[in-house]
């Protein structure tokens, strides 16, 4: 990789600042000054060093967040927060984005990473990788609703749902579940209980195939997956609900 192309990207600046600061002799690749923008390094081979800090290069970065209300699953937006104000500079800089989309008010897992193959893969239709919310309804969830979502229901835009699974953690006035989709339908899970009659109260995603939401994560906290996870993640298989 040039050496232009590798600082612009991890955040030295634009190819015209990195220029500029690469005339200065501050860079080094195993203790060479480089000053030709042109030159091309191996960062997972060669030192490259920026005044004298060993500089860190990924090709890929792989994000579990806790989201929190009130931030859209987007990687910028001229009035509202999005989920990339959460990161720090040194994550941002490799510029993630939210694999698939979580409501705005709504909380838990939600994957960050720039690698296009592996989004497209978790969000496929032919994958039906399935997501699991945990939920708290307004109104009595009953055995006949389960059955419903089994079938599939539909929307108010005429949409029949593909297959879920509901269980029932608790029933009453405001009863908790916990549902699992293969789809992700503009508000879905939010429609789907509207079908059956009934409300939305509070939202959170648990889990995403294979990759279960960190419970020592506070919300707005993230950290990087491991290399057993996002293995996992490659090999998700589609469930049969």
């Known amino acids: 990789m040039r050496i ?7 955040g030295y600046g634009s190819r015209k600042e990195v220029k500029q600061l690469l005339k200065t002799g501050a860079v080094k690749a195993d203790g060479k000054i480089i000053k030709d923008a042109k030159t091309h390094v191996d960062p997972a081979v060669q030192a490259v060093t920026v005044h004298g800090e060993t500089v860190e290069y990924k090709e890929h970065i792989y ?3 806790n989201k929190p209300a009130g931030f859209l699953s987007a990687t910028e937006d001229s009035v509202q927060k999005t989920v990339i104000d959460l990161l720090e500079m040194n994550d941002a800089v490799y510029k993630p984005f939210p694999v698939g989309r979580l409501d705005k008010d709504t909380e838990g897992l939600l994957l960050l990473t720039n690698d296009g193959q592996l989004s497209h893969q ?3 239709p032919k994958k039906h990788v399935p997501k699991t919310y945990y939920a708290k309804i307004e109104g009595h969830v009953t055995e006949e609703d389960a059955s419903a979502f089994k079938e599939g229901v539909e929307l108010d835009d005429g949409y029949v749902t593909k297959p879920a699974r509901l269980e029932i ?3 009453g006035e405001r009863s908790e579940i916990h549902i699992t989709i293969t789809e992700g339908k503009f508000h879905q899970v939010k429609r789907m209980f509207e079908a059956v009659g009934k409300k939305v109260a509070y939202l959170q ?3 995403m195939g294979p990759l279960h939401l960190d419970e020592s994560l506070e919300l707005g906290e993230y950290r990087e997956l491991t290399d057993e996870e996002v293995e996992a993640l490659r090999n998700a298989e589609a469930i049969e609900l």
């Open 169 to 171: 953690i608790e029933a």
């Open 205 to 207: 995603r648990i889990s």
């Open 63 to 65: 994000l579990m967040l």
């Open 4 to 10: 232009d192309k590798l600082l612009s990207n991890i």
């Open 122 to 124: 978790l969000l496929s």
